[in-house]
Structure formats: structure tokens, C-alpha cells
């Protein structure tokens, strides 16, 4: 079993519409991570949301935490062709290290 | 803003050779980690360090890898004799802080495309 999938694998959408990504893992975290990934580059990251918490915002950028379902999703909204990337998330169980998902590849058409 | 730095940007080796990725963290970063990703594949974690030392290892860092702080600005990933599996992105990291409620996110460079012929 994998600490961390995302799904949808792949999601096309319109600009201006919103895309949603959802994250599932096994075990109980420290905290979960959001990275963006544009092709042959690193990874930047976006949102880092504590085990304590549920909710979290940062401009477009919209994250929840629901530690009974050990689940997460990223709401981009408004999108824009600029976003149009890889998005992971990583998930920290003892503040050492990050296990990341496989990724959700999202294609946003202007 | 300060970034992580990684050189080259693509190394091209022969089987069996060893190569030297190098990176710069960020300055006033304590801790440092090695992840790759082979095309299409997940981000996997290599290795982290701290103080010095290697904090925790994957599967994957076997002994043919090594890691190595040398003059405290330089951190690199040494591959002793590379094998065809190797051929991969190899991303650097560095970290402020971690731990339960210090964790701070991880600052990645634009990685090194290993490829092993």
C-alpha cells in the first residue's frame, strides 16, 4: 500500500474553471504537504497544512485535511493556462521526510 | 528569494562509472535530503541529513550511494558505480526546521537528469 495517492491521475479543465485533487493515505501524519511540479523542473512547495488543522488558504489555492478519512484535496480555483502542472502531495509522519503520491497531472486549456 | 542550486543540469555517464551530483542548499538551512524521480514516475526519497550525518535512508540508498557535506555550503550525492536503473531525475532539497510542530517545507532545486547508457 502507497502513503499518499492522488486522484484523479489526470484532470483536464477549462481556464477559469476550478480543479479539485484529492489525496488519500494510510497512516497518521504530522502534517500534509501540496507540491507543484512544471515539466523537467523541481517541485515548489504550495501549502503545508499540521494534522491539527483543516483548513488552509493561500491566494487561489484552497486545502482541507480530514484526519478521520486521512484524506486532503487542493482546490485551485479560477484556473489559469499558467497553471497547468504536476500536483503532488507529501505527506510528513515523523517530521523527518516526505513520502509524496504519484501526482495528479492537471492540463488547464486557455 | 534564496534557491536551492543543482549542478549539472544533465549528466550523461557510462555503466559503471561514478558520478558526483552536487547541490547548493539554501544558506541559513539545516537540513538536507536527496529524492529522485524516474520519468513518469513518483518522487522517491534517497536520504536525509543533518549535523553531519545521514538522519534517516531509503531502500534505495545502497551502498553504492553516498552522501557528503564537504566545506558547509556544498552538499553532494556520489553514485559509485552507476547502473542503467540509476537513469533518473535526482532532486536536492533543503528544510529550516522539522520535527512534530517545527516541520517547515522542503525547497527543491531543478534537479539532474542522470542518464546511464
Known amino acids: 500500500s502507497q502513503q499518499g495517492e492522488e486522484d484523479p491521475q489526470a484532470l483536464s479543465i477549462q481556464e477559469g474553471e476550478n480543479a479539485t485533487m484529492n489525496c488519500s493515505y494510510k497512516?497518521?501524519?504530522?502534517?500534509l504537504q501540496w507540491y507543484r511540479q512544471n515539466s523537467g523542473r523541481g517541485l515548489v512547495h504550495l501549502i503545508l497544512?499540521?494534522?491539527?488543522?483543516r483548513e488552509k488558504h493561500s491566494g487561489r489555492l484552497r486545502v482541507t485535511l480530514d484526519t478521520s478519512k486521512k484524506s486532503s484535496s487542493l482546490l485551485i480555483t479560477a484556473s489559469r493556462a499558467a497553471d497547468t502542472a504536476s500536483y503532488f502531495c507529501?505527506?510528513?509522519?515523523?517530521?523527518?521526510?516526505?513520502?509524496f503520491g504519484g501526482g495528479t497531472r492537471v492540463l488547464v486549456k486557455p | 528569494e534564496p534557491e536551492v542550486t543543482q549542478t549539472p543540469s544533465h549528466q550523461v555517464t557510462q555503466m559503471g562509472q561514478e558520478v558526483i551530483l552536487r547541490c547548493v542548499p539554501i544558506?541559513?538551512?539545516?537540513?538536507f535530503y536527496w529524492y529522485r524521480q524516474i520519468l513518469g514516475q513518483k518522487v522517491e526519497f534517497l536520504v536525509s541529513?543533518?549535523?553531519?550525518?545521514?538522519?534517516?535512508k531509503s531502500e534505495i540508498f545502497d551502498d553504492q550511494f553516498s552522501v557528503e557535506r564537504p566545506d558547509g555550503s556544498n552538499f553532494t550525492l556520489k553514485i559509485r558505480s552507476t547502473k542503467l536503473e540509476d537513469s533518473a531525475m535526482y532532486f536536492c532539497a533543503s528544510s529550516e526546521s522539522r520535527g512534530r510542530d517545527l516541520a517547515s517545507p522542503l525547497h527543491f532545486g531543478n534537479g539532474t537528469r542522470l542518464t546511464v547508457t
Open positions: 541529513f543533518y549535523n553531519n550525518e545521514i538522519s534517516e
Open positions: 497512516t497518521s501524519i504530522n502534517n
Open positions: 497544512i499540521r494534522s491539527n488543522e
Open positions: 544558506s541559513n538551512h539545516l537540513y
Open positions: 507529501a505527506t510528513d509522519i515523523a517530521g523527518n521526510k516526505l513520502t
